[in-house]
């Protein structure tokens, strides 16, 4: 059984744990300001646009 056991465990070493503060920073902030980034550039880039006047030097009707 120890044989087994020594096949699965080989190579893995724990580091040092995380804090709260750092597991709150790394699971929360992070995606959410994520999220609000991307959700601003969406609204950017869907943004409606104002209205330009159409002057008849600048089109062709």
């Known amino acids: 059984m120890h044989l087994l056991m ?3 465990e080989d190579g893995l070493v724990s ?4 804090s709260v503060s750092e597991t709150v920073f790394t699971y929360v902030v992070i995606p959410v300001a994520l999220f ?5 550039v969406s ?7 104002e209205e330009r006047n159409v002057d ?3 089109s062709i009707n």
Do not use: C, E, M, N
């Open 6 to 8: 020594s096949a699965v």
């Open 15 to 18: 580091g040092p744990g995380l």
């Open 36 to 40: 609000a980034v991307i959700a601003l």
């Open 56 to 58: 008849s030097l600048t």
């Open 43 to 49: 609204w950017i880039a869907s943004a409606p646009r």
